[in-house]
């Protein structure tokens, strides 16, 4: 058994900052890609940022260089650091993982933790 969970969304005015963070427990071989989804009302999940075991990452467009994912493989942790919001990235935002267990490679999803941003 795999649980994800989110902390740390809430509501900011634009221009400011909040860090998500997932912990990742349960039985846990090694974690491969982690990464970051949003879904707004009416709109599909999007990728927001995703990073591998050894670090190497990848960001949406309308993210990149105002948002930084991390991760630390010691604590099963993937973090989100995100700058400069803006009213379009309130959603709530959901944490994904690879994850090899005792048996299989499952994909897992967290509760998720909304963001709002407001103008």
């Known amino acids: 058994q795999v649980q994800l969970v989110e902390s740390g969304g809430g509501l900011v005015q634009a221009g400011g900052s909040l860090r998500l963070s997932c912990a990742a427990s349960?039985?846990?071989?090694?974690?491969?890609?982690m990464g970051w989804y949003r879904q707004a009302p009416g709109k599909q999940r999007e990728l927001v940022a995703a990073?591998?075991?050894?670090?190497?990452?990848n960001y949406a467009d309308s993210v990149k260089g105002r948002f930084t994912i991390s991760r630390d493989n010691a604590k099963n942790t993937v973090y989100l650091q995100m700058d400069s919001l803006k009213p379009e990235d309130t959603a709530r935002y959901y944490c994904?993982?690879?994850?090899?267990?005792?048996?299989?490679?499952?994909?897992?999803w967290g509760q998720g933790t909304q963001v709002t941003v407001s103008s």
């Open positions: 990073i591998n075991r050894g670090g190497r990452t």
């Open positions: 349960g039985s846990i071989f090694i974690i491969n890609a």
């Open positions: 994904n993982a690879a994850i090899q267990g005792p048996r299989d490679l499952g994909l897992y």
